[in-house]
Every structure is written in C-alpha cells, then in structure tokens.
C-alpha cells in the first residue's frame, strides 16, 4: 500500500533577505487535519517561512511540496493554499463583500459559487454585521476575520496564519482560538506565534525556529508547560552561546 | 482574465477615492475654460482669416485643446498612478494577489488598464465638449479622430511610464516624480532646437511634439502609433520584470 504524500512538505528550504540568511535548510512536513505550531523569537525565521509556503517569496534552495507535487510554479499551487499575512492586506476602498467577491474573482471561482461561498464565509467568520461596510473601517479583529474570509473562500486544502493572535484583545483571541480549532478537520493549518499558551491552546504539533534553523519538531503531548520547557532550553542555550562568543 | 479583475478592483477603487474625483473635476474645468478660451480667441479672429485656405475650427481650436489636455497629462498621469504599485507593495496588497496566483504581467496590465480607462473617460468628455459645436461649425471629422487617437496613445504612453516607476520606486511621492520628469524630458527634449528652427535628429524623434504634430494637422502616421506603442510596451515590460523579480528579491 502506497503511502499519502503530506499535505505540505519543506525540504531544506534556505532564503536569504538583504545579504543575511534568514532560513537554512528547514525543513517539517503538515498532514492533513494537523494545525502546526511555527514558534520562535522575533527574526526567528518565522513569517519568511510562511511566505515562502504561500508563494509569496522564492526559496534560495531547497522544494516546498504541496500534496507531494514541486511548487516550481506558485500559480498552479495558489488555489491549494490560502494566506493570511500578519498585517492583514485589504482594500480599504471596498466593502468587505466586495473585497471577497474581488479575492473570489482572482481564484476563478464562478459568480453562482462566489455567492455562496461569501455567504458561508459571512456567516461562518460572523461578518454579516460588516458586510457592507468599508474594510478600511473594520477594527483589527474584524480585519483579521476579513483577511481570513478571503483566504477560506476558495476552499482551500492548507491555511497559512502568519500571527493569527497577535494584537488582539484576551476575547478575539480567545474567539480565534476556537475559530482555528473549528477548521482544522477540513484544512491543514500551519500558523506562527511567539505566544506559547497560544500554540499550546491551538496546535497538535509543534516547530520551533531559532535562528533560521529548525530547533524542535515534536507533537504536542498535550503535558502543560512542556512547550515552554523547550522553547526555554532552547533559548538559554542560545544566550550562553551568545555569551562565550562574546 | 485575472488583469481584468485586478482592473475591476482598481476602478472600483479610484471611483471611491475623493482624490480621483476632485483631480477629474479640475482637470475638465481647467479644460472647459481653455475651450471656452479658444472658441472666443477664434470668434475674433475669424473675420481676419483667409475664407478657404485658412485655418478651420479645427485648427485654431481643437489641436491645440487636445494638445492642452496631453499637456496636463504630463502632470495627471503620474498623480494617477504614483500609487499602483508603489505603496501597494509595502501594504502587502501585491503579495496578496500575488498569493492567489496572479502573475506579474496580469497584475501590471490590470492596473496599467485601470488608470488607462480613468484617463480615458477624462478624454472621452473633453473630446465631447467640441462635439456641442459640431453643428454650428465645419468639424473636420478626420483630423479631429486623428487628433484623438494621437492623444490616447500618448496618454497611454504616458500611464505605462507612470506605471514603471510605480513598480521601481518605494514611495508613491517619488514614483510620480520620476514620471513627472520623465514625461518633460520627453516633452520638452527638443525644446531648444524647436526654437531656433534646427535639425532635432534623434533628439527630434524621441520628443512627444514631433509624433503629435502630424496627427494633430490629421496626419496619422504609422511610426507615430509605432513610436507610443513602444513606450507603452518597454515601460510596461520593465515594470513586469520589475513586479515578478519580488519573489526573488523578498
């Protein structure tokens, strides 16, 4: 029996970004169903990762494979795979509904299925309140259930959250929390944090970057504070590292 | 398919935009005022002119109203397009299309299109207010379309520049400069040799007066529309280049 390719699969992907490597030879793999944990400090590594996955940047070396096929061309893979970045991008000018019939448009969906697609995303991210009003007018949270909607409206397999959490009050991202737990069966979730309550509270797996390197790749044994335990070790040894250098 | 949605999304934009409409409004009074002007200036000359041999209506007062709106143009365009790209991309709205698998070329057409057809419908009323005198004149049809099709090419000419430096500039401040400059360079090129009544030589062919004069008289010459449609490809191509390289570049 042949065994099914991962939904995603990095394989020693580097990318360097104004002359410093900021990625070397990382590579994990999602399955479907899975939502993974991408944690790490700031200038981890972390949103370049993800906007290679999304297409958005170019690996320097190494593949990223979408259900076992080579991205060599972003376009093909772009219906596979929706992206929300940390500064959710809107078109401030447009009502939420047609910014998503816009985002439907640009994945080729027809006019009967963007209708009810937008519908269902209206509803399912519980933006019927905003429908009508100008994205340039939303608060953060909204925009950030906005940026969402856009992503899921053409259905795709692998959702890409670039700091889902961040800047949130407790409430949305308690509300977030739950959204993401709600759509993990149908989609593989790959989402990156600096918060570790909030991969622990969201994620079956967890990758923890450091330094452009992947440091710790392990399934969360649902154990609390083991997380932490890691990220802590990680970064100590990281700070001594530092302190013998200098 | 995807350039007309990326098309779609900026005209809906811009219609929004005070900016767009307070620019059309000034835009057609500026122009309304220099017909106005140029039907009085005509009025009082007609009685001087020669019956037959003399400059029409045509002459005295739509080639120089057409040549008035590419004039404003040279300053319109690149306030219309500063922001296509420029900006955009630092507001990830690039990466966003980019991310839905728009390719470099349709997010460039697309948007080279929208700014197009807002300039273009500017055209459109302009080129209407001599039609209100069409029956009381001698309109001479042909030069009059010759004159227009010059003036939408190099409208067109002058968007994709506006559109290249978009694409090549962080801010949309400095993006409409460099097409601002760029666009009087190649007006005013050949300024000085015009003057004096010299042989322009290449000088002569790149400047935008020597590819509009002839249509303007209702003269329309295939390497005149050679000459705007190179423009228009080599900026727009640049800009392609430019937009696809981003990936690479991050």
């Known amino acids: ?246 | 398919m995807r350039a007309l949605t990326v098309a779609r999304i900026d005209l809906k934009r811009l219609s929004v935009r005070p900016f767009a409409w307070t620019l059309a409004g000034i835009v057609l009074a500026m122009m309304a005022w220099q017909f106005l002007l140029g039907v009085s200036a005509f009025m009082h000359a007609q009685p001087t002119l020669p019956g037959a041999t003399g400059p029409g209506f045509t002459d005295s007062v739509i080639a120089p109203y057409l040549l008035n709106y590419i004039q404003l143009c040279l300053v319109i365009a690149p306030l219309v397009t500063m922001q296509a790209l420029a900006g955009e991309r630092d507001a990830q709205r690039l990466a966003l299309l980019s991310a839905a698998g728009t390719g470099a070329a349709q997010i460039v057409l697309g948007k080279f299109c929208a700014r197009l057809a807002f300039l273009w419908l500017l055209l459109a009323v302009v080129a209407s207010l001599p039609l209100v005198l069409a029956h009381a004149t001698h309109l001479d049809w042909g030069q009059f379309a010759a004159g227009l099709i010059a003036t939408a090419l190099c409208v067109a000419a002058l968007t994709a520049i506006g559109i290249a430096c978009s694409a090549f500039t962080p801010q949309p401040a400095l993006a409409a400069t460099a097409a601002l400059l760029i666009g009087e360079a190649l007006a005013l090129i050949d300024a000085g040799v015009r003057l004096t009544g010299g042989d322009a030589g290449w000088l002569g062919y790149l400047a935008l007066h020597t590819h509009l004069a002839p249509a303007l008289r209702g003269l329309v010459r295939s390497g005149d529309l050679v000459y705007f449609l190179v423009i228009t490809v080599l900026a727009l191509a640049l800009a392609i280049r430019r937009v696809g390289g981003d990936r690479e570049r991050g």
């Open chain 1, 1 to 246: 029996m042949t065994e099914r390719p991962a939904l995603l699969e990095l394989a020693s992907v580097g990318r360097h970004l104004g002359g410093r490597a900021v990625l070397h030879a990382v590579s994990f793999s999602l399955n479907p169903g899975d939502v993974l944990g991408l944690l790490g400090a700031n200038g981890a590594g972390k949103s370049t990762t993800l906007a290679i996955i999304a297409g958005v940047l170019a690996p320097d070396s190494g593949e990223v494979r979408i259900a076992g096929q080579a991205v060599h061309d972003h376009r093909a893979a772009a219906n596979r795979i929706g992206w929300v970045p940390e500064n959710v991008p809107l078109w401030a000018e447009l009502t939420v509904t047609e910014a998503l019939d816009a985002c439907g448009r640009l994945h080729g969906l027809s006019r009967d299925i963007r209708k009810i697609a937008i519908e269902r995303e209206l509803a399912r991210l519980e933006l019927n309140a905003v429908a009508q009003r100008l994205c340039g007018q939303l608060s953060l949270g909204q925009k950030r259930r906005v940026g969402l909607a856009q992503a899921l409206l053409h259905e795709p397999e692998l959702l890409v959250l670039d700091e889902p959490g961040n800047g949130l009050d407790p409430v949305q991202s308690a509300q977030w929390q739950v959204l993401v737990k709600k759509l993990a069966p149908k989609h593989g979730i790959i989402l990156s944090s600096h918060d570790l309550a909030e991969v622990e509270a969201m994620c079956s797996r967890v990758v923890i970057l450091h330094e452009g390197k992947v440091r710790h790749d392990a399934r969360l044994d649902g154990k609390s504070g083991e997380l932490d335990r890691q990220f802590r070790a990680i970064a100590q040894k990281s700070a001594s590292k530092a302190a013998c250098a200098h």
